[in-house]
């Protein structure tokens, strides 16, 4: 399947209007609609609001649901690949 991006308009009625022709052959196609979301007025001023020291991450499984909370944070030069590799080299015996 090719995808192609147009940029469209929904008139009064619902009818979707591409205001620029397709170099495609004639045909079925399917169509997938993203239309953004009209955003709020966006504050540029710091918020006041005081940052929680570790974000809160939730599970939908019941069993993980604090595990998540009680963890100790993640280091911020933590490399996620190489501690990958590593586990692969002691797993595989490279």
Do not use: C
């Amino acid at each position: 399947m090719q995808a192609y991006k147009v940029n469209a308009t929904i008139n009064e009625l619902g009818h979707l209007i591409i205001n620029e022709p397709l170099n495609i052959a004639p045909g079925e196609v399917e169509v997938i609609i993203l239309q953004p979301i009209p955003s709020q007025e966006i504050s540029t001023e710091a918020s006041t609001k005081p940052q929680p020291d570790k974000p809160k991450r939730k599970s939908k499984i019941k069993a993980f649901a604090g595990l998540f909370e009680n963890a100790p944070p993640v280091s911020p030069d933590f490399d996620a690949d190489a501690a990958r590799w590593e586990a692969l080299k002691k797993k595989h015996n490279l």
